[in-house]
Each structure stands twice: as C-alpha cells, then as structure tokens.
C-alpha cells in the first residue's frame, strides 16, 4: 500500500530531508585525495546525531555504518572502511536520517580533486537523468513517466542503466511502496497523489548495465569495472507538482 502523508508527517520529513542535506554539505569539504572514507562516515553520523535525529541505515537490515561510500566502479552500498580517496575518484555518498521516526534520504556523487572528462560526463549526465525523473512528478503522473524520462535520457547519452535496483517511497520506512526504477513505460504503473513522498535515485554507468555483488554482500559493483555515479533526492508530492525534501 502506498502511504499518503499527513501534514504532520510531512513537517517531520521535511526536517529528515534538511538534515540530510546539511549532512551533504558537511562532509562534502572532507572530499579531497588522501582522505579516509571511515573519518568521513564518523563525521556524518556525529553530525546527523547533533542534529537530534539518528543514521537511517546504521543497523538497517545489518549495514554496519551511517553512510554507504562507493568508489568508481562500486554503484551502491559501499562500506566505509580505511580505504583513503584518491586524485581522479568518483566517490557517491548515500547518507539517510531518522527523525522522529521519519526518514529523508539522499545520495550525491562527488568528484575527488581533478577527474577525467569520462567521469565529469557520466557525473553531469546522472545529475541531469534525475532532474529529468523529477520533473515528471505532479498528481495524475504515474510512476511509469519517471523511469521513462531517466531512461530515455540515460540511454540518449550512452549511459548504463541499473535496473535490479530502483527508488522507492519514503515515510517511517525508509523503503515504502512503491519502487521506482529508472526505466519503464509512460503512462504505466502507480498513480502520483498529493501527500505522497518518494525517493528518486538514477544509478548510471559509463559502460553497461550489468552489476554482480561483492563478497560483504552489500557493495554493488559495475560487471566491466566501469566507473558508476548516484543522484538521489527524497521528493514530495505536492498539489501542483514536487517539493524536494532533501535540497536546499
């Protein structure tokens, strides 16, 4: 069943999203070469704390840290270890917070000092597929419309496309219905009401679609070893189109 938030659980989340984003912009100064990826995930968590809210992920069905930090050619679930960033890294930073009970969640993928012009287009283009996913979300719109926007945008700029992995509502759960995958067909799928909040998260490739599973269980990697990046925002439903939960 897909939730519809009353306004007091929308005030909550609204709170999770902006410390979530705050979060971003925390550590995000810590992003540079040499930097160990554990500090890095140690600060967000203390940070997340100050601002009386606690680690989404932290526990959530076994992940042992507040953040998941992957690396190029890991997509998703990195966890955070002494591994040290490097010049010409992409490093996406997936960072949930738990407010009252209420979740935002949102992943931003950064690059770590000068990186190649392969990593600067697959990280602008990423950014762009989920601004274009966004963009779909008003009442009446189905799920459908916003994998078919991120898809037909990934695939217009040569873009791998993760599809075992998908967006998904947001409430408190962090993964409510419905899923959202960054493909599909326009004018399929769940229909978009006010009052619902789903998180919106292309993970593309610069090379293929396929992934495998590292031996943690948990950390995703590109099949090619090609180089992934991760956008992500928690977005709102709103009367006349989407509030973001989780910017500015």
Request: hydrophobic share 35%; aromatic share 6%; net charge negative.
């Amino acid at each position: 069943m897909i939730n519809i938030k009353s306004q007091r659980e929308i005030e909550l989340m609204k709170i999770a999203g902006n410390i979530v984003y705050q979060t971003h912009q925390h550590i995000k100064t810590l992003i540079k070469p040499g930097a160990n990826i554990l500090d890095i995930d140690t600060e967000a968590e203390k940070f997340i704390i100050s601002k009386g809210a606690k680690p989404s992920f932290k526990g959530y069905e076994g992940f042992p840290n507040a953040t998941c930090i992957s690396i190029n050619e890991q997509v998703v679930h990195g966890i955070p270890s002494n591994r040290k960033l490097k010049k010409g890294d992409v490093v996406s930073i997936d960072i949930g917070a738990d407010y009252k009970g209420y979740h935002g969640d949102s992943a931003w993928s950064y690059a770590v000092g000068e990186i190649d012009d392969n990593k600067k287009y697959l990280m602008e283009h990423t950014e762009k597929a989920l601004w274009e996913g966004i963009k779909q979300v008003k009442p009446g719109a189905r799920i459908g419309d916003i994998g078919y926007a991120v898809e037909k945008y990934a695939n217009d700029h040569n873009l791998g496309i993760v599809r075992e992995l998908c967006g998904h509502g947001v409430g408190n759960h962090l993964h409510e219905e419905p899923d959202v995958p960054n493909y599909g067909t326009a004018g399929t799928g769940p229909i978009l009401k006010e009052g619902m909040v789903i998180a919106i998260e292309p993970m593309l490739n610069l090379g293929s679609d396929d992934i495998v599973v590292e031996d943690n269980d948990w950390t995703i990697t590109t099949l090619d070893k090609s180089p992934s990046a991760h956008f992500e925002h928690t977005v709102l439903v709103t009367k006349d189109g989407y509030q973001i939960l989780t910017g500015e």
